[in-house]
């Protein structure tokens, strides 16, 4: 009986027709009151396990969720539906606060927002205490684990729930948890009867993309002239600095970005994320604290220019790209000094020795996906346990093969420069021995007088970076903790030096040739002869986001509008059909959409956009800058 009620709430609420992967199981889990844990891919449709469920059981479902523009996001997102929802956190003012809790307290809302920290106070406990509670659901459940990217120590109190509400279901959720993180997941949050959901982490559409880095800014203009010219992306970088500069040179190129880090005031990093939200084609340049829970679907790339702490880190990040499964781009240009950095990291941490450790062999797999001359998607679904029988025809490595050669001797001649300068000097100064330069610091240390010295000058600096880069992730050098990068040899280099051991290593692209890589199937679904309506189609969905100061998306999906264009649909009984139109929807857009669509009928003389816009008031307008979200429950 519920899950025939669910169903009628995927359609006439959501606009779907048919749920997608495990989410009915597990909306069937909750309604029959169990809980679960579920690991989707981002873009996999986690959301509407824990709305519709809350929707069909009776009380307020408690969303508690690490960000404050996630749940902004969300509660905007579900008023479009016609769904009473809000958030508690410190955003709102005293009012805001009050009204939020009386209509809490009045069962006016079928969905709350709330922060940990907030939830987890004696003030907040004691109100839930007063409500009918539908269910908790713990977003970005990841959170929860010491070992991963995103901890957040609050997390590992949430058993609370369990031990005060132990009827109410429980459901975490999350888009990135290896077995270590899972078993964590389970264990700190007292998930042990719970059902798990485990989705495939394939992201088909996303096309991966690595390499290393020369000159990161050159190649990442290059790509995005090759491939996103107007599309809007996020770019990580690991420094603030490098953040702020990426971002002016970009902009000094005549691409829209803006910055956002931990060093730019609340205020500043609120607008810049609003702004990706609402804007076409912005780019954000950002450290690792941007993005989490971004629901911006048409994100067309995401970009590192450093490399990634762990492969946990690299997916949740890229899986930031094509939520709305159209192709997109994960690209990547690392270098050694990369990898110094993060290694020092991990060696200068005041964590105990275990966390250090395995932080380590996060880092060591991450260097084996970029080292890798396979298939990059079968490697990274393997770190999760997830096995893809064939390659999957669409990474760099797919694409375009690399080449190994053997590198048996130049490593050797590197190993022992090494040894023979005291293995207390970094990659720089050694590769300056090699090749011979004539540098004061080395005739100080007598090194211009070692058999090494310019043994190396048939290779450029940038082949000697990378071959030494090469010997770090495989193991045989290691990286002081003296905050230098000098380097030391391992124990594993004894069978290369004694000439026992072969090595092969993966053979650097030459800069001067550029990269061209053609997509499987083709940029987007949709067909040319359809384009000029779909165009009209967005320019009126970003009047209305406009007007109401929401981001376009939660307006209509580029997908609905895609198939609105292709089907032209002529009444709103026909628009109903439309995937992504529910009820509340097709009443408060349904004749605008219609109107527009009418002037595109088929068999009916072209309409120019110019027209087109002037009728319905679609003329380009600069953009506005966004304001923030509304806060009061909408009566």
């Not at 977003?139 to 684990?145: I, L, N, R």
């Not at 690595?210 to 050159?218: F, L, Q, S, V, Y």
């Not at 970005?257 to 205020?267: R, W």
């Not at 300056?432 to 000058?457: C, M, P, W, Y």
Request: net charge neutral.
């Amino acid at each position: 009986m519920l899950m025939s009620h669910a169903r009628r709430v995927l359609k006439e609420v959501f606009g779907f027709d048919e749920f997608r992967p495990n989410q009915s199981e597990v909306i069937n889990q909750l309604v029959d009151g169990g809980d679960a844990l579920t690991l989707m891919p981002t873009g996999g449709g986690k959301s509407l396990c824990y709305q519709i469920p809350a929707l069909v059981r009776e009380g307020t479902g408690i969303v508690v969720s690490p960000l404050i523009a996630l749940m902004q996001d969300q509660v905007n997102a579900l008023r479009q539906l016609g769904i009473t929802a809000a958030y508690l956190n410190s955003s709102l003012d005293a009012a805001s606060r009050r009204s939020v809790e009386q209509a809490l307290l009045e069962g006016q809302l079928k969905l709350l927002y709330v922060a940990p920290e907030r939830l987890l106070s004696s003030y907040t406990l004691e109100l839930l205490d007063r409500l009918e509670i539908a269910l908790f659901a713990i977003d970005e459940a990841h959170c929860v684990s010491q070992w991963g990217h995103d901890f957040r120590k609050e997390y590992q109190q949430l058993s609370v729930l369990h031990e005060r509400y132990p009827r109410v279901p429980r459901i975490a959720l999350t888009a990135t948890a290896d077995s270590r993180t899972r078993k964590e997941i389970v264990e700190q949050l007292d998930l042990h009867r719970a059902g798990q959901f485990i989705n495939s982490f394939d992201r088909p559409n996303i096309r991966y993309s690595i390499g290393e880095g020369g000159n990161g800014r050159d190649q990442l203009w290059a790509f995005l002239e090759r491939e996103h010219p107007n599309d809007a992306g996020i770019v990580y970088c690991l420094s603030r600095r490098r953040v702020d500069d990426i971002a002016a040179w970009l902009n000094s190129r005549n691409r829209k970005a803006l910055p956002y880090h931990a060093g730019l005031s609340q205020d500043e990093r609120r607008t810049h994320q609003e702004r990706f939200l609402r804007e076409e084609g912005l780019i954000i340049v950002a450290t690792i604290a941007f993005g989490m829970g971004i629901d911006k679907p048409d994100v067309r790339f995401v970009a590192h220019l450093n490399l990634p702490k762990s492969i946990e880190a690299y997916y949740q990040e890229t899986g930031r790209a094509g939520r709305d499964g159209e192709p997109a781009d994960a690209w990547m240009s690392y270098g050694l000094q990369d990898l110094i950095t993060l290694r020092q990291f991990v060696l200068d941490n005041d964590a105990d020795e275990q966390f250090k450790r395995v932080a380590h062999h996060k880092l060591e797999a991450m260097l084996g996906l970029c080292d890798l001359t396979g298939c990059r998607r079968q490697a990274l679904l393997a770190y999760f346990d997830e096995h893809l029988q064939e390659p999957c025809g669409n990474c760099d490595n797919c694409l375009n093969p690399p080449r190994t050669w053997d590198a048996t001797e130049e490593a050797r001649k590197a190993l022992s420069c090494v040894y023979r300068t005291g293995q207390r000097f970094g990659a720089n100064y050694l590769i300056n021995v090699l090749r011979g330069k004539d540098d004061e610091r080395i005739r100080h240390n007598a090194h211009h007088q070692l058999s090494t010295f310019g043994i190396g000058e048939d290779m450029s600096g940038v082949q000697w970076r990378s071959l030494f880069r090469q010997l770090i992730s495989r193991g045989y050098l290691d990286i002081d903790a003296g905050g230098f990068g000098s380097l030391s040899l391992t124990d594993k280099c004894r069978p290369l030096l004694r000439g026992e051991q072969k090595l092969q290593l993966r053979k650097q692209r030459p800069k001067s040739k550029r990269q061209q890589i053609k997509r499987t199937g083709s940029d987007s679904r949709l067909h040319p002869r359809h384009q000029g309506l779909f165009d009209a189609l967005r320019a009126l969905r970003t009047k209305i986001a406009r007007e109401q100061s929401v981001p376009p998306y939660i307006i209509f999906h580029d997908r609905t509008l895609q198939e609105m264009a292709e089907i032209h649909p002529d009444s709103l009984d026909a628009l109903r059909g439309v995937t992504g139109v529910g009820e509340r929807k097709l009443q408060r857009y349904g004749d605008q959409f219609l109107a527009l669509l009418t002037q595109y009928r088929p068999g009916a003389p072209e309409a120019s956009e110019e027209t087109i816009g002037r009728h319905h008031g679609l003329e380009e307008k600069n953009p506005v800058s966004s304001s923030v979200f509304h806060t009061e429950i909408e009566q």
